[in-house]
């Protein structure tokens, strides 16, 4: 299936990453243990190859290859959890989680099957989709989250405004904010479990009118909140500092005064092997020696926004 697979570690950060690389598609995905991978193993993994959504603060934002098939999502954790010398139906707390790269709900043909093939193979792992919510049919997703008990849903919100979230992710065909929350309230309704809404908290949203705009849009009674750490796209910029971490916790303690179940969610690895979401490093090479296979996305050649990533919560 993959003709190459790299792996790239970091022992310090208790983090590997691993490359899948073929002549036609190129798919990351991380494995990330904490503190070891008996008491919890947590694995991002890729749906695109490239992604057509375009997002200025990811890697993969300039272009996209192509879909993976089901098989080819499968592989990733399945490898990955082939190299750790555990039987992953004891691991404390297992999660698989769709958003290494790639919109998973722009691929629900080769998703839906994935999702069942994991569960069959994996029934006690948390099998979780990040999404910036492009403008589907959610029947198929609420069908698929109650068929399946363990899958869960976080949408990628990032900004309080759609003015700002339409710059930060230009892909037209996406829900406005309060479409979102409808979208949301409607699968806790429908599955019964709460969705996650993930906000990377920048110099430029944190306040607590943008607080206050968070509380206002998503219901604390039906939405967690994830809160992330900044992510630099780029190799060799610093991913994170102590002004980007102090800017996540305290915009984490904002929502949680205003009654939110927050999780801040600071990615390991990202300063040394791009280990954050939407980093790619490894990706972006591949696009630059392969011009012909990497077709130019929405994103492409607008300015690149050193800001959110669009990682479930790890912590």
Same mark, same amino acid.
């Given at each position: 299936?993959?003709?190459?697979?790299?792996?790239?570690?970091?022992?310090?950060?208790?983090?590997?990453?691993?490359?899948?690389?073929?002549?036609?598609?190129?798919?990351?995905?991380?494995?990330?243990?904490?503190?070891?991978?008996?008491?919890?193993?947590?694995?991002?993994?890729?749906?695109?190859?490239?992604?057509?959504?375009?997002?200025?603060?990811?890697?993969?934002?300039?272009?996209?290859?192509?879909?993976?098939?089901?098989?080819?999502?499968?592989?990733? #954790?399945?490898?990955?959890?082939?190299?750790?010398?555990?039987?992953?139906?004891?691991?404390?707390?297992?999660?698989?989680?769709?958003?290494?790269?790639?919109?998973?709900?722009?691929?629900?043909?080769?998703?839906?099957?994935?999702?069942?093939?994991?569960?069959?193979?994996?029934?006690?792992?948390?099998?979780?989709?990040?999404?910036?919510?492009?403008?589907?049919?959610?029947?198929?997703?609420?069908?698929?989250?109650?068929?399946?008990?363990?899958?869960?849903?976080?949408?990628?919100?990032?900004?309080?405004?759609?003015?700002?979230?339409?710059?930060?992710?230009?892909?037209?065909?996406?829900?406005?904010?309060? %479409?979102?929350?409808?979208?949301?309230?409607?699968?806790?309704? %429908?599955?019964?479990?709460?969705?996650?809404?993930?906000?990377?908290?920048?110099?430029?949203?944190?306040?607590? %009118?943008?607080?206050?705009?968070?509380?206002?849009?998503?219901?604390?009674?039906?939405?967690?909140?994830?809160?992330?750490?900044?992510?630099?796209?780029?190799?060799?910029?610093?991913?994170?500092?102590?002004?980007?971490?102090?800017?996540?916790?305290?915009?984490?303690?904002?929502?949680?005064?205003?009654?939110?179940?927050?999780?801040?969610?600071?990615?390991?690895?990202?300063?040394?092997?791009?280990?954050?979401?939407?980093?790619?490093?490894?990706?972006?090479?591949?696009?630059?020696?392969?011009?012909?296979?990497?077709?130019?996305?929405?994103?492409?050649?607008?300015? %690149?926004?050193?800001? #959110?990533?669009?990682?479930?919560?790890?912590?």
């Amino acid at each position: 299936m993959w003709t190459d697979i790299k792996r790239i570690d970091d022992e310090a950060e208790r983090v590997a990453k691993f490359v899948f690389s073929r002549p036609d598609a190129v798919a990351e995905a991380v494995l990330y243990r904490y503190p070891d991978y008996q008491t919890r193993t947590v694995i991002c993994c890729s749906t695109q190859s490239g992604c057509p959504v375009g997002c200025r603060f990811c890697g993969a934002g300039d272009s996209f290859v192509r879909s993976l098939s089901a098989d080819e999502i499968v592989s990733q #954790p399945a490898y990955l959890l082939d190299q750790v010398d555990i039987d992953p139906a004891t691991m404390g707390r297992l999660q698989i989680m769709f958003m290494s790269m790639g919109e998973p709900l722009l691929n629900m043909k080769a998703l839906v099957p994935a999702l069942r093939d994991l569960y069959r193979r994996y029934p006690n792992a948390a099998l979780l989709i990040s999404t910036s919510a492009p403008r589907i049919d959610y029947d198929e997703v609420i069908a698929i989250s109650q068929e399946i008990p363990t899958i869960g849903l976080q949408f990628s919100v990032h900004e309080t405004t759609d003015e700002a979230r339409n710059a930060l992710i230009p892909f037209k065909a996406k829900l406005a904010l309060t %479409e979102i929350a409808w979208a949301g309230e409607r699968w806790h309704k %429908e599955v019964g479990r709460k969705p996650f809404c993930n906000y990377c908290a920048h110099d430029g949203n944190s306040t607590d %009118e943008d607080a206050d705009r968070i509380y206002g849009l998503f219901n604390p009674a039906v939405f967690c909140a994830t809160v992330s750490v900044v992510c630099e796209r780029s190799d060799g910029l610093p991913a994170t500092n102590d002004h980007q971490r102090k800017l996540a916790t305290d915009f984490g303690e904002k929502l949680v005064a205003r009654g939110f179940d927050v999780r801040v969610f600071d990615p390991a690895g990202q300063d040394t092997i791009g280990g954050g979401c939407g980093q790619l490093w490894f990706v972006q090479d591949w696009m630059r020696q392969h011009p012909e296979m990497a077709r130019p996305s929405i994103g492409h050649g607008r300015p %690149e926004v050193h800001a #959110p990533t669009k990682a479930m919560h790890h912590v």
